[in-house]
């Protein structure tokens, strides 16, 4: 079982001190992070460093003085299945430098760091992995999926006629204040409505309209476009830039959609006209957009948008608290399945019944039971959310069926009509 020390304290590891850094430290832990992201020439940035210092919540692995290992986490919510919110670990800027790597610095991090999640009362621990093998000996599996289309637009030649607009409504360009400000609210709003989204901070807003500069960062001032229904409400926001490039004297341009942002498809339809109409464009480039958006089915010719690289796992997720998390989700049938969970770290570990009422509400509990499916916390943590399915994770041999036709009725529990994701990266 995990175990509950006190996680203020430090740790010595082979021969390397693992401990919460001061204020007064945050400026090499900076530096640190940039080498560790083989960025070593990269400027720091203090002052931003220190608004996210939180006490115990900034770790580093010390040899000596120097530091070699940097850890950070904070808590935010977390919107489920359902629309509820739980409370998330989230695990950021982990970095172990190569001259002490295989030395169980990072082990020592996540370990100390999830065992204070769990006592602070988080559902889940999530993070963004640069590699996929690194964090599934941590109990955390791949939970939501990124998604990203090019459109070439002399194929498409914009949207399908007849589609809902938004009558008296209006679109108007915006300052990066205004971005910010009619952004956040705006995308509060709309983070309740999708499984996998999570809350963005004051800091993020400021970095993402340049009100902080970070060294490295190439910030470039976006177009920021702004829906208003007839009354004056905002329902859609698109941010996009644009590569203003000719080839010889015919305009050759590629549109990037930083951020599309729409309460409702009459939104959506007007914010994609006005990305797809814009002067000399021949290309726009969606980087983040969720994997079931019905984007290319808009357009007149679908076959005109191409799959881009970003359609791989993103953001990973481990439970902390089986029964709060399960019970804060809602389901897509009624019925009941027993999860025998193996968590070598012991969060998740036992025997675990899902029991789900005819409105989808659900509850989870401890159980004697026999079990109908066994897996591991890995597993768990991709099934929450709804990025993976029961049936798949057997057919890979993930996941083991005790009882004939568990998985596919456990498919039927878990589905969501929206798959996870979250457009914020941390």
Known sequence: MHNNTDQTAAETVNGVQVRAVTVDEVEEWNRALNFGFLRPHAGVAPDLRRRQWALDRMVAGFDGDRQIATFRSFDVELTVPGGAVVQADAVTNVTVSATHRRRGLLSAMMRRDLAAAAERGCAVSILMAAEYNIYGRF????????SGWDIDLSRTRGLREGLPG??????????LAEQAELGAELYDRWRRTQPGAIARDEIWWERHTNRIQVPGDSFKAPFAAVHRDADGAVTGMAVYRVDNKW???????????????????PTAV????????VDWVRKVVVEGIAPDDPLPLLLQDPRAATPRKENSDAMWLRLLDV?????????GAPGRVVLEVEDRLGYASGRFAIEVAEDGTGRCTRTEDDADL??????????????????????AALLTELRPGAAAAADLLLRTPLRAWTPTEF
């Open 374 to 395: 066994a897996l591991d916390a890995t597993e768990l943590g991709a099934l929450y959310l709804g990025a993976e399915t029961a049936p798949r994770l057997a057919a």
């Open 270 to 277: 007007e914010l994609w006209r006005l990305v797809l109409s």
């Open 247 to 265: 080839d010889g004297a015919y305009p050759d341009s590629t549109l990037t959609v930083d951020e599309f942002i729409a309460l409702d498809l």
């Open 139 to 146: 109990g955390f599996g791949p939970a939501t999926r990124g």
């Open 166 to 175: 938004v009558p008296g409504g209006r679109i108007d360009f915006v300052t």
């Open 323 to 331: 029964e709060a998390a399960f019970g804060a989700r809602s389901y």
